[in-house]
């Protein structure tokens, strides 16, 4: 007998998401292939996945001294949520009323509204007065399940602003179970200040704000809008071209209301992932399963702008992609910080299957933001990052349509959530 710290016991099923030697699950064949352990338990040392079995196999190997009884629930991998942007200053619920009566996105984006309103309102703030709100949106992703998130700038479109966005997702997750992976977004959108010379806002980009990100070790990654009103091909690839030579990973938002071009850009330079490709085509699609490129998916966005651009998941899967899943969360476009909402999307909206959703909200997720040594999957070795649902089945996470059935999160081992609660 050996002794862990933790025994997790009696768990309906044990859905550890692992297998293959791949980083990601690629295409229906891998997608669909969760390894669910049924009546399943896992051992946990020093925040560890010791082991991984049945209760049965598990209470013949391993003495703990600490024991966990799930009671007939499901435990997953903790999701990841490889899509939002969580430092704005104010809400957008007057431009939602708008839209509501009619307004179009791009129009209200035209006219000085969207991403424009939001910059005007955060270039006022604080980086601790930004940090403060940003961590309350943690805590909400975290009590809906979420143990890691990409997080993005690209709300200041200022230098200033972009590098205080930046260091307040750093000061928010400095103490906070969730890790958070940053990304700098300076190129969002061209602000208003520059809509007659856009060149120069591209130059002070690449020439400016990169160097300084770069510096002061801000960001992981840089991801570049593109699309009619935002950015160009040629400007994006010449910002993230500049963002690698300074040990950052493209990702590009791409395609999201018509094919510009933005994912054959993502496959050309090898990006970590492509985020939208709701328009798409099919050359595209090819590119990105060729150049091992994560699709990132956005149905919430989809639904909350109408129903516009939905995504072809069952094209992309068909062309062999690992297909993730993320809520997008911002002010605009997608106010939600559930995953399991977005998941439940994914079947209903985007035709996928339940067992294809779990994967594209953990191991493809993880993947996606570079995080696929440490979240994602439940395998011995692995730091303990889980999620107990009320459910007796990851079934439950599409089927329950918008409720959270979190029960508890466990981040390296110790319990962070108790019945929707954060632990401190
Ligand atoms: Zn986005």
């Not at 601790?128 to 399940?145: I, K, N, P």
């Not at 205080?164 to 969730?178: D, F, G, T, V, Y």
């Not at 992976?181 to 061209?190: E, N, S, Y």
């Given at each position: 007998m050996r002794s862990a710290d933790l025994l997790i016991l009696g768990a309906a099923q044990v859905v550890t998401v692992d297998g293959g030697r791949a980083t990601t699950k690629r295409g229906a064949r891998e997608m669909n292939d969760l390894r669910v352990i049924e009546d399943g338990a896992i051992a946990v040392k020093r925040g560890r996945v010791a082991d991984v079995g049945t209760t049965n196999e598990i209470l013949q190997r391993w003495r703990g001294y600490q024991r966990l009884h799930c009671r007939g629930r499901a435990v997953l991998p903790g999701f990841v949520d490889a899509h939002t942007h969580p430092v704005f200053a104010k809400t957008r619920?007057?431009?939602?009323?708008?839209?509501?009566?009619?307004?179009?996105?791009?129009e209200i984006l035209a006219a000085g509204g969207g991403i424009h309103a939001?910059?005007?309102?955060?270039?006022?703030?604080?980086?601790?007065?930004?940090?403060?709100?940003?961590?309350?949106?943690?805590?909400?992703?975290?009590?809906?399940?979420?143990?890691?998130?990409?997080?993005?700038?690209?709300?200041?479109?200022?230098?200033?602003?972009?590098?205080?966005?930046?260091?307040?997702?750093?000061?928010?997750?400095?103490?906070?179970?969730?890790?958070?992976?940053?990304?700098?977004?300076?190129?969002?959108?061209?602000?208003?200040?520059?809509?007659?010379?856009?060149?120069?806002?591209?130059?002070?980009?690449?020439?400016?704000?990169?160097?300084?990100?770069?510096?002061?070790?801000?960001?992981?990654?840089?991801?570049?809008?593109?699309?009619?009103?935002?950015?160009?091909?040629?400007?994006?690839?010449?910002?993230?071209?500049?963002?690698?030579?300074?040990?950052?990973?493209?990702?590009?938002?791409?395609?999201?209301?018509?094919?510009s071009g933005g994912a054959r850009l993502a496959a050309e330079l090898r990006a970590a992932s492509v985020e939208h490709v709701d328009a798409t085509k099919r050359a595209g699609m090819r590119a990105l399963a060729k150049a091992r490129v994560v699709p990132v998916l956005l149905p919430s966005a989809s639904l909350f702008t109408h129903l516009r651009h939905v995504p072809n998941a069952r094209a992309l899967i068909e062309e062999g992609c690992a297909v993730a899943l993320a809520t997008d969360f911002n002010p605009g476009t997608s106010p939600t910080e559930n995953l399991q909402l977005v998941a439940s999307l994914g079947c209903t909206l985007l035709g996928m299957t339940p067992e294809e959703v779990v994967t594209a909200i953990t191991r493809n997720a993880a993947a996606a933001c570079g995080l696929e040594d440490s979240h994602g999957r439940i395998a011995v070795g692995r730091p303990a990052h889980l999620v107990v649902l009320d459910a007796p089945s990851y079934v439950h996470i599409p089927y329950r349509m918008g409720t959270n059935l979190v029960h508890q999160v466990l981040v390296n081992g110790r319990v962070v959530v108790d019945e929707g609660r954060i632990v401190d």
């Open positions: 619920d007057d431009e939602f009323a708008l839209r509501c009566r009619g307004a179009d996105y791009e939001s910059a005007r309102a955060l270039r006022s703030r604080s980086v601790s007065e930004l940090a403060r709100d940003v961590r309350t949106r943690f805590d909400g992703m975290l009590r809906h399940g979420t143990v890691a998130v990409e997080a993005k700038s690209g709300y200041g479109l200022t230098t200033a602003s972009e590098l205080a966005s930046l260091k307040a997702i750093r000061s928010a997750a400095a103490k906070h179970p969730i890790h958070a992976v940053r990304t700098f977004l300076g190129a969002h959108v061209v602000p208003q200040e520059y809509a007659g010379n856009r060149k120069a806002y591209v130059d002070l980009v690449v020439e400016d704000m990169l160097p300084r990100v770069a510096k002061q070790k801000l960001a992981a990654f840089c991801d570049v809008f593109v699309e009619k009103g935002a950015f160009r091909v040629a400007e994006a690839r010449r910002i993230l071209r500049a963002a690698k030579r300074l040990g950052m990973r493209p990702k590009v938002h791409a395609d999201q209301f018509r094919d």
